[in-house]
C-alpha cells in the first residue's frame, strides 16, 4: 500500500494540491480544519546534497568542491514550494508523508488570509495579519524555528 503510493507521488508535479490530509490525526494537530480557506498540498522535494555547476577556467584544487547542503531542512524547502506555488495563501504547518531514495514528501497546510470564514475563526484569525505574510520564508512556521535553534 505505502509502496504504491510513493509510486503514483513519484510522477505527480513537485506541488500537488490533495483533497483531504493523508494522515489526517497529525494535520488536524497542526491547526487543518475540513472548512473553507484551507488547501492541502503534497509537496516533494528531492533529497541529497545540492550540486553547483562545474566551474570553468582555473581555479586551486580547494575551490573544486561541488556539493553543499542547505542551511535548512528539506520540509522548511518544501513549505517555500508550496508558498511560491499558491501566492495568495499563508503556510500554517507541515508534516512529513513519505520518502523513498530520491524524494521526500511533506503536506503542507495553507490558509487563505482573505477568506471570510477564516477572518472569522478565533482559532485561526492571527495568520490574517499582515504581520504574518511571508511565514515560510521568514523561518517562522514550526520546521523554521527549529532549524533557526527555537525549538527543540
Do not use: C
Request: hydrophobic share 30%.
Amino acid at each position: 500500500m505505502y509502496n504504491e503510493k510513493i509510486v503514483r507521488w513519484r510522477n505527480e508535479p513537485s506541488v500537488t494540491r490533495i483533497d483531504r490530509p493523508t494522515k489526517l490525526a497529525r494535520a488536524r494537530r497542526l491547526g487543518y480544519k475540513a472548512k473553507q480557506g484551507i488547501v492541502m498540498a503534497r509537496v516533494k522535494v528531492g533529497r541529497g546534497a545540492r550540486k553547483i555547476p562545474k566551474p570553468s577556467g582555473g581555479r586551486k584544487p580547494r575551490r573544486s568542491g561541488r556539493f553543499f547542503t542547505l542551511n535548512k531542512s528539506n520540509q522548511q524547502v518544501a513549505e517555500e514550494k508550496a508558498n511560491a506555488k499558491y501566492k495568495n495563501m499563508e503556510v500554517l504547518n507541515s508534516y512529513w508523508v513519505g520518502e523513498d531514495g530520491k524524494y521526500q514528501w511533506y503536506e503542507v497546510i495553507l490558509v487563505d488570509t482573505d477568506h471570510p470564514a477564516i477572518k472569522k475563526d478565533k482559532n485561526l484569525r492571527w495568520i490574517t495579519s499582515p504581520k504574518q505574510r511571508g511565514r515560510a520564508s521568514r523561518g517562522l512556521t514550526s520546521s523554521g524555528k527549529k532549524s533557526r535553534g527555537l525549538r527543540h
